[in-house]
Protein backbone atom coordinates (compact mmCIF):
# COMPACT_ATOMS: atom_id res chain seq x y z
CA UNK A 1 0.00 0.00 0.00
CA UNK A 2 1.13 3.55 -0.49
CA UNK A 3 0.35 6.47 1.17
CA UNK A 4 0.55 10.22 0.65
CA UNK A 5 -0.16 12.62 3.93
CA UNK A 6 -0.08 16.76 3.45
CA UNK A 7 3.33 15.88 0.68
CA UNK A 8 4.97 19.11 -0.28
CA UNK A 9 7.82 19.05 -2.57
CA UNK A 10 9.70 22.38 -3.22
CA UNK A 11 12.95 22.46 -5.47
CA UNK A 12 15.57 24.83 -4.38
CA UNK A 13 15.23 28.27 -6.26
CA UNK A 14 11.43 27.12 -7.61
CA UNK A 15 7.74 27.46 -6.49
CA UNK A 16 5.79 24.53 -5.16
CA UNK A 17 5.78 20.93 -7.89
CA UNK A 18 3.33 19.68 -5.48
CA UNK A 19 1.06 20.77 -2.55
CA UNK A 20 -0.06 19.31 0.47
CA UNK A 21 -0.89 16.42 -1.63
CA UNK A 22 -2.54 13.22 0.18
CA UNK A 23 -4.16 9.84 -1.19
CA UNK A 24 -3.53 5.99 -0.73
CA UNK A 25 -3.48 3.24 -3.71
CA UNK A 26 -3.85 -0.07 -2.67
CA UNK A 27 -2.17 -3.18 -3.77
CA UNK A 28 -2.93 -3.75 -7.08
CA UNK A 29 -4.88 -0.83 -8.19
CA UNK A 30 -4.29 0.78 -11.46
CA UNK A 31 -3.77 4.25 -11.10
CA UNK A 32 -3.98 7.45 -14.03
CA UNK A 33 -2.24 10.56 -12.81
CA UNK A 34 -3.27 13.17 -14.81
CA UNK A 35 -2.85 16.78 -15.76
CA UNK A 36 -1.47 19.60 -17.95
CA UNK A 37 2.63 19.57 -18.46
CA UNK A 38 3.91 21.25 -15.79
CA UNK A 39 1.45 20.08 -13.18
CA UNK A 40 3.85 17.69 -11.03
CA UNK A 41 2.91 14.44 -12.52
CA UNK A 42 6.61 13.23 -12.78
CA UNK A 43 7.37 14.73 -9.52
CA UNK A 44 4.64 12.68 -7.59
CA UNK A 45 5.76 9.84 -9.51
CA UNK A 46 9.35 10.75 -8.35
CA UNK A 47 8.51 10.62 -4.72
CA UNK A 48 6.48 7.71 -4.64
CA UNK A 49 9.10 5.83 -6.25
CA UNK A 50 11.51 7.00 -3.53
CA UNK A 51 13.66 8.81 -6.14
CA UNK A 52 12.71 12.15 -4.09
CA UNK A 53 12.44 13.37 -0.75
CA UNK A 54 9.58 15.41 0.02
CA UNK A 55 10.12 18.60 1.49
CA UNK A 56 7.14 17.61 4.31
CA UNK A 57 4.54 15.55 4.56
CA UNK A 58 4.35 11.92 4.89
CA UNK A 59 5.24 9.09 1.97
CA UNK A 60 4.67 5.36 3.23
CA UNK A 61 5.49 2.44 1.27
CA UNK A 62 4.23 -0.40 2.80
CA UNK A 63 4.06 1.24 6.38
CA UNK A 64 7.52 2.56 5.62
CA UNK A 65 7.98 6.13 5.77
CA UNK A 66 10.44 6.75 3.25
CA UNK A 67 11.67 10.43 4.43
CA UNK A 68 12.65 8.80 7.66
CA UNK A 69 15.27 5.92 5.78
CA UNK A 70 18.77 5.96 5.38
CA UNK A 71 20.10 6.30 2.43
CA UNK A 72 21.43 2.80 2.02
CA UNK A 73 18.06 1.76 3.02
CA UNK A 74 16.90 3.34 -0.25
CA UNK A 75 18.30 0.98 -2.85
CA UNK A 76 16.25 -1.83 -1.23
CA UNK A 77 12.93 -0.27 -1.06
CA UNK A 78 13.20 0.77 -5.04
CA UNK A 79 13.39 -3.23 -5.41
CA UNK A 80 9.81 -2.90 -5.00
CA UNK A 81 9.27 -0.47 -8.20
CA UNK A 82 10.12 -1.48 -11.72
CA UNK A 83 10.02 2.04 -14.05
CA UNK A 84 9.27 3.05 -17.70
CA UNK A 85 10.58 6.40 -18.59
CA UNK A 86 9.24 8.29 -21.64
CA UNK A 87 12.23 8.93 -22.97
CA UNK A 88 13.01 5.04 -22.65
CA UNK A 89 16.45 5.70 -21.39
CA UNK A 90 17.76 2.40 -23.33
CA UNK A 91 21.55 1.10 -23.94
CA UNK A 92 21.90 1.37 -27.45
CA UNK A 93 25.46 -0.01 -27.52
CA UNK A 94 23.75 -3.37 -25.92
CA UNK A 95 20.83 -5.60 -27.71
CA UNK A 96 17.70 -6.07 -26.33
CA UNK A 97 18.94 -9.00 -24.10
CA UNK A 98 21.36 -7.01 -22.56
CA UNK A 99 18.93 -4.12 -21.87
CA UNK A 100 16.64 -6.20 -20.39
CA UNK A 101 19.61 -7.89 -18.44
CA UNK A 102 20.33 -5.00 -16.51
CA UNK A 103 18.26 -4.82 -13.44
CA UNK A 104 19.05 -8.45 -12.56
CA UNK A 105 23.24 -8.05 -13.16
CA UNK A 106 22.73 -4.76 -10.49
CA UNK A 107 21.20 -7.24 -8.14
CA UNK A 108 23.55 -10.02 -8.72
CA UNK A 109 20.96 -12.02 -10.72
CA UNK A 110 22.54 -14.27 -13.22
CA UNK A 111 22.80 -17.55 -15.46
CA UNK A 112 20.40 -19.88 -16.04
CA UNK A 113 17.43 -17.87 -13.80
CA UNK A 114 18.54 -14.74 -15.18
CA UNK A 115 18.04 -15.80 -18.97
CA UNK A 116 14.98 -17.72 -18.29
CA UNK A 117 13.59 -14.21 -16.65
CA UNK A 118 14.98 -11.70 -19.24
CA UNK A 119 13.66 -14.28 -21.97
CA UNK A 120 9.80 -14.29 -19.81
CA UNK A 121 10.45 -10.77 -19.94
CA UNK A 122 10.60 -10.14 -23.95
CA UNK A 123 8.16 -12.80 -24.77
CA UNK A 124 4.89 -11.14 -22.04
CA UNK A 125 6.06 -8.16 -24.73
CA UNK A 126 5.66 -9.97 -27.59
CA UNK A 127 9.74 -9.03 -28.52
CA UNK A 128 11.12 -12.49 -27.56
CA UNK A 129 11.92 -13.25 -31.76
CA UNK A 130 14.20 -9.84 -31.50
CA UNK A 131 16.67 -10.39 -28.11
CA UNK A 132 19.51 -9.83 -30.52
CA UNK A 133 17.90 -6.84 -32.19
CA UNK A 134 19.54 -3.72 -31.30
CA UNK A 135 17.48 -0.45 -29.85
CA UNK A 136 18.33 1.47 -32.92
CA UNK A 137 16.59 -0.92 -35.37
CA UNK A 138 12.93 -0.74 -33.25
CA UNK A 139 9.69 1.04 -33.34
CA UNK A 140 8.83 3.79 -31.28
CA UNK A 141 6.20 1.35 -29.83
CA UNK A 142 8.92 -1.54 -29.97
CA UNK A 143 11.55 0.77 -27.54
CA UNK A 144 8.74 1.18 -25.13
CA UNK A 145 7.53 -2.38 -24.92
CA UNK A 146 11.07 -3.23 -24.22
CA UNK A 147 11.09 -0.41 -21.57
CA UNK A 148 8.75 -2.29 -19.69
CA UNK A 149 10.39 -5.66 -20.46
CA UNK A 150 13.60 -4.11 -18.13
CA UNK A 151 11.16 -2.61 -15.73
CA UNK A 152 9.40 -5.72 -14.89
CA UNK A 153 11.91 -8.43 -15.59
CA UNK A 154 12.67 -7.91 -11.41
CA UNK A 155 9.07 -8.94 -10.46
CA UNK A 156 8.72 -5.60 -9.07
CA UNK A 157 5.46 -5.46 -7.18
CA UNK A 158 4.87 -1.59 -8.38
CA UNK A 159 4.92 -1.15 -11.87
CA UNK A 160 5.36 3.57 -12.92
CA UNK A 161 5.15 4.49 -16.12
CA UNK A 162 5.61 8.52 -16.91
CA UNK A 163 3.73 8.93 -20.35
CA UNK A 164 4.49 5.65 -21.53
CA UNK A 165 2.27 6.49 -24.36
CA UNK A 166 3.07 10.02 -24.89
CA UNK A 167 4.90 9.29 -28.51
CA UNK A 168 2.61 6.62 -29.89
CA UNK A 169 0.24 6.76 -32.24
CA UNK A 170 -3.29 5.24 -31.19
CA UNK A 171 -2.88 1.96 -31.98
CA UNK A 172 0.89 1.27 -30.08
CA UNK A 173 -0.84 3.31 -27.30
CA UNK A 174 -3.33 0.87 -27.04
CA UNK A 175 -1.14 -1.77 -27.18
CA UNK A 176 0.94 -0.39 -24.56
CA UNK A 177 -1.79 0.02 -22.23
CA UNK A 178 -3.39 -3.36 -22.33
CA UNK A 179 -0.17 -4.44 -21.45
CA UNK A 180 -0.45 -2.62 -18.57
CA UNK A 181 -3.74 -3.81 -17.94
CA UNK A 182 -2.22 -7.24 -17.78
CA UNK A 183 0.27 -6.94 -15.59
CA UNK A 184 -2.20 -5.06 -13.36
CA UNK A 185 -4.84 -8.07 -13.25
CA UNK A 186 -2.56 -10.25 -11.48
CA UNK A 187 -1.72 -8.15 -8.84
CA UNK A 188 0.89 -5.39 -9.73
CA UNK A 189 0.12 -2.11 -8.71
CA UNK A 190 0.10 0.13 -11.65
CA UNK A 191 0.73 3.68 -11.93
CA UNK A 192 0.49 5.65 -15.07
CA UNK A 193 1.18 9.70 -15.87
CA UNK A 194 -0.35 10.40 -18.70
CA UNK A 195 -2.54 13.65 -20.18
CA UNK A 196 -5.17 11.06 -21.35
CA UNK A 197 -6.80 8.72 -18.80
CA UNK A 198 -9.05 7.38 -20.99
CA UNK A 199 -6.93 3.72 -22.35
CA UNK A 200 -8.15 0.09 -22.75
CA UNK A 201 -7.62 -1.14 -19.26
CA UNK A 202 -10.34 -3.58 -18.82
CA UNK A 203 -11.47 -2.84 -15.21
CA UNK A 204 -12.05 0.43 -13.23
CA UNK A 205 -9.01 2.33 -12.29
CA UNK A 206 -8.33 5.38 -10.26
CA UNK A 207 -7.64 9.12 -11.69
CA UNK A 208 -5.34 11.37 -9.42
CA UNK A 209 -6.11 14.96 -11.30
CA UNK A 210 -3.35 17.39 -10.96
CA UNK A 211 -3.32 21.21 -11.44
CA UNK A 212 -0.26 23.49 -10.68
CA UNK A 213 1.19 20.70 -8.10
CA UNK A 214 -2.67 21.06 -6.54
CA UNK A 215 -3.74 17.81 -6.61
CA UNK A 216 -7.60 18.62 -7.47
CA UNK A 217 -9.84 15.51 -7.95
CA UNK A 218 -9.81 11.89 -7.16
CA UNK A 219 -12.05 9.93 -8.49
CA UNK A 220 -13.26 6.30 -9.80
CA UNK A 221 -13.60 5.70 -13.65
CA UNK A 222 -14.97 2.76 -15.61
CA UNK A 223 -12.57 1.59 -18.25
Known amino acids: MIVLDNVTKRYPGSQEALSNASFSIEQGEMV????HSGA?????LKLVAAIERPTSGTVLINNQN????????????RRKFGLVFQDHKLL????????VALPLAINSITGSDAG??????LDKVGLLNKEKAMPITLSGGEQQRLAIARAVVSRPSILIADEPTGNLDKNYADDILSLFSAFQQVGVTVIIATHDALGTANQEH???HLDHGRLVNQQMEPA
Open 32 to 35: YVTG
Open 66 to 77: VSQLRESALPYI
Open 206 to 208: KIL
Open 40 to 44: GKSTL
Open 92 to 99: YDRNCYHN
Open 116 to 121: KRIRAA
